[in-house]
């Protein structure tokens, strides 16, 4: 009874005319995934941020100054006191009073409270390209005075800006899951989509090929060809060698995925009536079968791109991914490799975190694509 | 033991009285059942009939409260323990089923002990991963203190009570190397581990071939009379009613809309409903509006398809140093002629090959030996089994199919007109200009309105997907469709009306129909010619009516006869168990 | 079974085959070879370079042959044993694998057994009762082992522990032990310290095995098969763990196939940040240094046990699958 009845009149309310498109289904279903819309949202401000990373980034991401060495967190205040006592909406960060504990040889870090360093919205700031060829002279969020320091996610152990240096890692981490998946992508479509509706002995080969690649651990497997990676070459070839790497294990998931839907759909009536139609084969999977699977195909690469900034994470965290000076979360964390690093300057984790919120949205995302992806399954 | 209704009713074992089920949807409920109220006397058997969405099986469920995600939300079912066959009404205490907890002890104690219940699909109703004799022993334990040898015992005795041959080795078999007919077996020994009072059985036969449905149904008739067992049977066969009720419920929309003995039912049904009922069934007993003879042409013209020694085999290997070539033959030297404008029909039961066959003629399979000449438009010959058979795409116009299943033949992401116009665009038929029109007038021809064109097939029902079907397959003005089962995924009322559409679409435009399906009916009341196949091979081919009333060939003569027929008197009269004289 | 059995055995022969190609191109792929690298890196220090044994090693591992004539050399080796001389550590492979392989596995098969006690329990509460107040909580912890990658987890740990109790996890052995003999004491100072990697460890993989059996046991539950057995009179969580649970937990073991590279790679990654003496922080000495042979030795021994896993699990499957068993 609860299964497809035969003729009974379409079950629950439904919309009279059932003239919406099959986008218009997906989406209306993708709708109702509360967590995957919120989700999306976030993804889009990360990849945003991305792209705007130097006008974000208050502080250059390189610039260091040992006088800061793991200076904590300011803090915004938003109010200040005006002469005559009256709050006014005039932001400012406190600068700090540095002590030096002449037996440990360390910097103690107090807030100054004398100090007060007014934050302007879109201040001047030093020339700067944006994405690399717009030139700037304003960011998102300046300090007033030369030199004042700026450090609202604190300095690491050169006394750089984590904040800054966080923003512009964005850039590659998010780019290395998205290059990835397009590369993965490309491989595994053509490769998934010509094994499984051709079959036969291709079929063999390449079902071998994608099982063989799925039983070896990929971490040593990585780990080993990134070590084999030439010192000397430049930092955008090594960038794209690592996402080569990772795609090299990536694309058999998405292999498998167009395999099996070719497979499915190969013996779907639908499509045997447009053969007899007397549609070509050219016509059956573009105007057939590829509409079919393809909200498929994007769940699937969308599940796979937080798995690649994961994996790159781990390998540049290990030194065997990106390298200094490139930054990315994980080149970000080896400096938190050191324990005492961490407990003296817990700031040193805020990429993590950064990454965390960026892989589970991702998920989010991927699961209702996923779940939207076929709105006639019952 | 008599079979009642005798003078003194029997005592009612179940009173359902005003039942309230309920689904959960994503947005409100489903009200599958609205205020039933049936009672099931000792001994006897009520069918319950409806069409799909009728809520019968949810009704049966409910009795055990087996209606998960759904919930009882009202009524009650009264059940008396130690109502017989034979004694007055009021007798005992009654307990009510719905009253019970659905996961504590007391509706446990009775379920399988005292009502055992047998599902639809014998496939998935067994555990994949247990043996029968495991599965079986089990139900045996649950309510009887028996060790595991006196339950292994009787475990095969009751395989042999369901006739398993060689109960003591098929105990240890899995359910995935019995057939479906083995595995409705082993389910029946299940509920009959504990002699319950009442069997409820929902649809145990749709599953299955006819001629094991008619085993099935004379194993649980017998079974019924030996232990006395009250069976709540639940169909939408109409021939199966027959076959089987002393009473019958026939449901509509959640309710019961007419409750009675059979006979009477039969004799003068009181609602619309039952009539339509009552008549599809018996609809497929006759011959449908064919034209007389042989429309567009006569007997001694040259055939339009002249298949001759059509032989395919399915080979796959197994092992994988040795490797065995295993063949099954689908097709195994199969000849006949379609004469133009003839319907010819093709029935056998499932694995007998005539699927291969339709798919064979559309060059979807290729055929070890044989060919099939077909004559085109233009006088010439071409075999369409060959390999070049249809390298010619044009064939593909004068030749269509129509599918089984309107579900999946239709592509759920274009609308209507994308889906019927595809032929014409591909073919060229018809300027692009004009597409539209024609799309409307191909509409119109299978009853339904041109303004549907832009909607996607989600919005329409099956009986309406299969008529999209018809037209898509009509689009390039075929000279044979072949249509492979264009009705068994429908319900029984729809099925004549597709039937009839098919019947008038080719009286009108003189085309030649192979029509496959397992219905010896359906294929009577729609072909002037049938074939009968099994195991790959054509046994027996000829005019339908002759066929259906002279079988030659004995696997004919036993499809006939396992055909339920949707007459009480009719069935009775063939019945020895029913008609015995005790 | 038996041809089921061959058909594996075979297939994996293959595989080993492929992995070993695979290893020795890792070793072959940086430019140089590793004994030049090492020569130059002795003549910057000052150190002397005995010319006649580095042509002796070079004739020993054939590294003027071309590539091929080199892999025979070293598969054949490997072979016999001799997975050939670690510059870095200047000692054999073999023997530097042989002194922390006992560790590595104990450490691999205790995560395996914590992660399936975790996870089967979990999983199949949660899927009974979906949407109750602990599926919520098992849904919650299996995005965070998504989400979060081993060395994180690990790193958190450590950081924790510091703060909370001012103790440095890391190692397997306190000081003291960590050369004495096995005794009591010395295992409980191991368990002291392995929960730490274990726990690490077992957490992605249950998180993902938890996913998947809830998701196989719901469609399992929905089946008729379960209707039947309610319909027998039996209860509820007997018949659930008796039929539906028992057919779930079958694509469940298969999917150890893929576990265990997982597992595997989870504990590389644990094994580095906490500094274990198991394989992990050799492997990514060896391959910082580029001491290839040390490198590939490691990661086709860890493909190699991965493959014998995969085997075992496959062989487990096919006993339990009456339907691979007697099909």
Not at chain 2, 553 to 564: Q, R
């Amino acid at each position: 009874m609860l299964t497809r009845s035969g003729d009974a009149a379409p079950r629950g309310p439904r919309r009279p005319t059932g003239t919406e498109s099959p986008w218009a289904l997906v989406w209306g279903r993708f709708r109702h995934h509360r967590l995957a819309l919120v989700s999306g949202v976030i993804l889009a401000l990360l990849y945003l941020s991305a792209i705007f990373a130097e006008f974000l980034a208050p502080g250059d991401p390189q610039a260091y100054n040992a006088r800061y060495t793991f200076a904590p967190p300011q803090s915004i205040h938003l109010l200040d006191r005006d002469e005559d006592g009256s709050l006014v909406f005039r932001p400012y960060v406190h600068g700090y009073a540095v002590t030096v504990d002449p037996e440990a040889m360390r910097r103690t870090f107090a807030i100054d409270p004398d100090k007060k360093h007014p934050l302007r919205l879109l201040g001047r700031s030093e020339p700067y390209l944006l994405m690399g060829f717009i030139p700037m002279q304003r960011k998102l969020l300046t300090i007033e005075g030369q030199g004042t320091p700026l450090l609202l996610l604190g300095a690491d152990r050169l006394g750089r800006d984590v904040l800054s240096r966080l923003i512009i890692g964005t850039r590659v981490s998010l780019s290395v899951g998205l290059v990835g998946v397009v590369l993965s992508l490309a491989i595994g479509l053509v490769v998934g989509g010509l094994s499984g509706y051709h079959g036969g002995l291709l079929d063999l080969v390449v079902q071998r090929v994608i099982e063989f690649l799925r039983s070896v651990p990929t971490i040593p497997l990585w780990m080993g060809l990134a070590a084999a990676l030439p010192r000397d070459w430049p930092p955008l070839t090594i960038y794209f060698a690592i996402t080569v790497i990772l795609s090299l294990v990536g694309w058999t998931e998405l292999a498998r995925v167009v395999r099996g839907r070719f497979l499915a759909l190969k013996t779907e009536d639908y499509v045997t009536a447009a053969r007899l139609d007397g549609a070509s084969d050219l016509s059956l999977v573009f105007r057939h079968m590829m509409p079919a699977f393809s909200s498929h195909i994007i769940a699937a690469a969308s599940l796979a791109i937080p798995a690649m900034i994961l994996a790159e994470t781990s390998l540049s965290f290990l030194g065997l991914g990106l390298q200094a000076p490139i930054i990315s979360w994980g080149v970000l964390l080896q400096e938190a490799q050191n324990l005492r690093s961490v407990a003296t300057a817990p700031w040193l984790l805020w990429p993590a975190a950064a990454m965390i919120v960026a892989v589970l949205a991702m998920n989010f995302l991927g699961d209702g694509l996923r779940d939207a992806a076929d709105p006639y399954a019952t | 033991m008599t079979a009642p209704p005798g003078p003194a009713p029997a005592a009612e074992v179940l009173a359902i009285v005003d039942l309230e089920t309920h689904f959960p949807l994503n947005r409100g409920t489903l009200k599958a059942v609205e205020g039933v109220s049936l009672t099931l006397r000792a001994g006897e058997t009520l069918c319950v009939v409806g069409e799909s969405g009728s809520g019968k099986s949810v009704t049966a469920r409910s009795i055990l409260n087996i209606v998960k995600p759904g919930r009882i939300v009202g009524g009650h079912i009264w059940f008396r323990p130690d109502a017989v066959i034979g004694a007055g009404n009021g007798n005992g205490p009654a307990i009510d089923l719905c009253a019970l907890d659905p996961d504590g002890p007391r509706l446990r104690a009775i379920r399988g002990a005292r009502i055992a219940m047998i599902f639809q699909e014998p496939m998935s109703a067994l555990s994949p991963m247990h043996t029968i004799g495991q599965q079986i022993i089990e139900a045996v334990r649950l309510h009887r203190a028996m060790d595991k040898q006196e339950a292994r015992a009787r475990a095969i005795e009751l395989l042999r009570q369901v006739q398993f041959r060689e109960p003591e080795t098929a105990i240890d078999r899995y359910p995935f190397q019995l057939s479906g007919g083995m595995r409705q077996r082993a389910l029946i020994a299940m509920a009959l581990s504990c002699q319950p009072q009442v069997l409820i059985a929902d649809e145990p036969t749709t599953a299955l071939d006819v001629t094991t449905q008619a085993e099935i149904l004379s194993l649980i008739r017998s079974l019924q009379q030996r232990y006395g067992m009250a069976v709540l049977l639940v169909t939408h066969d109409m021939g199966v009613v027959a076959e089987m009720a002393d009473r019958v419920a026939v449901m509509q929309g959640g309710r019961v809309i007419e409750h009675g003995p059979v006979d009477a039912v039969f004799r003068a049904p009181r609602e619309a409903h039952t009539r339509r009922l009552i008549e599809a069934a018996r609809l497929l007993e006759r011959r449908g509006n064919r034209a007389a003879g042989t429309p567009a042409g006569g007997p001694g013209q040259a055939p339009i398809l002249s298949v001759r020694g059509l032989c395919l085999a399915f080979r796959g290997t197994t092992g994988f140093l040795r490797r065995r070539a295993t063949a099954v033959h689908a097709l195994r030297d199969v000849s006949f002629d379609v004469a133009p404008g003839e319907a010819l029909g093709i029935v056998g039961e499932s694995g007998s090959g005539k699927t291969t066959l339709a798919r064979a003629l559309l060059g979807i399979h290729r055929v070890d030996a044989g060919q099939a000449r077909f004559r085109r438009a233009d006088g010439s010959l071409v075999d369409l089994c060959a390999r070049q058979g249809y390298a010619d795409r044009s064939l593909y116009a004068e030749i269509r199919m129509i599918f089984q299943d309107p579900f999946a033949a239709l592509n759920p992401r274009q609308t209507v007109e994308q889906i019927i116009a595809e032929p014409l665009r591909i073919h060229r038929l018809c300027q692009r200009s004009g597409i539209g029109d024609r799309v409307a007038a191909l509409l119109r021809d299978v009853d339904l309105s041109a303004d549907v064109m832009d909607r996607y097939p989600h919005a329409f029902s099956g009986g309406q997907r299969q008529r999209i079907g018809i037209a898509r397959a009509m689009a390039t003005n075929p000279r044979l469709v072949v249509a492979d089962e264009p009705t068994s995924a429908l319900d029984g009322s729809l099925r004549a009306q597709i039937l009839d559409l098919l019947l008038e679409l080719r009286n009108r435009l003189g085309l030649s129909i192979i029509l496959i399906s397992h219905d010896i009916g359906v294929v009577r009341y729609f072909c002037e010619r049938m074939a009968v196949m099994r195991q790959g091979e054509l046994v027996e081919i000829g005019a339908s009516d002759q066929i259906c009333d002279a079988p030659r060939h004995p696997y004919t003569a036993e499809l006939l006869a396992a055909v339920p027929r949707a007459g009480p008197r009719h069935a009775r009269l063939r019945d020895p168990d029913a008609a015995g004289p005790d | 079974m038996a041809r089921y059995l061959a058909r594996r055995l075979l297939l994996m022969a293959a595989t080993m085959a492929a992995l070993s190609i695979v290893c020795f191109a890792i070793i072959q792929l940086p430019p140089g070879d590793f004994l030049s690298a090492r020569l130059a890196e002795m003549a910057g220090t000052g150190d002397t370079v005995d010319v006649a044994n580095v042509a002796w090693l070079r004739a020993q591992y054939g590294l003027d042959e071309p590539f091929i004539v080199q892999y025979w050399l070293w598969i054949s080796g490997v072979v016999g044993g001799d997975l050939g001389f670690s510059f870095e550590l200047r000692m054999p492979v073999a023997e530097v694998i042989g002194e922390r392989l006992g560790i590595s596995l104990t450490v691999e098969i205790l995560a395996i057994i914590v992660l399936w006690a975790i996870a089967v329990p979990v999983g199949v509460y949660s899927a009974v009762r979906q949407y109750s107040i602990g599926d919520m909580a098992a849904t919650l912890f299996g995005f965070i082992g998504l989400a979060i990658p081993n060395f994180l987890l690990a790193l958190l740990l450590m950081y924790l522990s510091y703060i909370a109790f001012g103790v440095t996890i890391g190692g397997l052995f306190s000081p003291e032990y960590v050369d004495a003999r096995w005794s009591a004491g010395r295992l409980l100072d191991f368990l002291g310290h392995v929960w730490a990697p274990v726990l690490v460890i077992a957490t992605g993989g249950a998180a993902q095995i938890i996913r998947i059996l809830r998701a196989n046991l719901l469609d399992e539950l929905s089946r008729p098969y379960v209707d039947t057995a309610r319909a027998k009179g039996m209860a509820e969580w007997r018949l659930i763990l008796r039929y539906p649970v028992r057919v779930a937990m079958n694509p469940l073991v298969s999917t150890v196939g893929w576990l265990l590279p997982t597992i595997i790679s989870s504990s590389i990654v644990t094994g580095i940040v906490l500094n274990l003496p198991t394989l992990s922080p050799i492997l990514l000495r060896s391959l910082l240094a580029q001491d290839m042979h040390l490198a590939g030795g490691l990661i086709l021994l860890i493909g190699v046990l991965t493959l014998l896993g995969t085997l075992l699990s496959d062989i487990l499957l096919a006993w339990l699958d009456p339907r691979i068993r007697l099909g």
